[in-house]
């Protein structure tokens, strides 16, 4: 807790690009909690509860879901437009499979911290859920 407050809230726009970016969606702390842990911990620097309640993880699964296979429809659609008229089913399967599965193990990060950034802006932080000194009143005040 060595970090001092913002002295401006962020805005709702800064916490979304804070947890599209592998942030804390309150302080902004970069790389808050391992990357592949389904249960993150606090914040080292806002005790922000990275699941702020039990089963708050489906929310970053549906948008890891979301990415992955809008991901692979663009990628799908390009290999099959661009190996037109051979295309090679099987190479393109395996190869998809293996591209979908790397994505959504690498993506699964990004997209906790950005679940996090969507939910405190639906569920807005409450006084004792982060440190004081990121103070919850300050963060509620309708900033765009
Ligand atoms: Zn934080």
Known sequence: MSATPSVNPPSKLKRFFWGATG???????????APWKLDGPRCSRCDFAIE?????????????TI?????MLIVMVASVALTQPDIP?????????????????AFFPISKTLWSAIDLVMIPLEP??????FDPSEYDADAV
């Open 128 to 133: 004792g859920e982060v440190d004081p000194r």
């Open 67 to 71: 990415v992955t296979f809008g991901a």
């Open 23 to 33: 942030r804390c969606a309150v302080c902004g702390k970069f790389r808050i909690t």
């Open 52 to 64: 702020r309640k039990e089963g708050h993880f489906i929310g970053a699964v549906g948008i890891n």
């Open 89 to 105: 089913v099987g190479r393109l399967l395996i190869g998809n499979a293996i591209f979908v599965i790397a994505l959504s193990a």
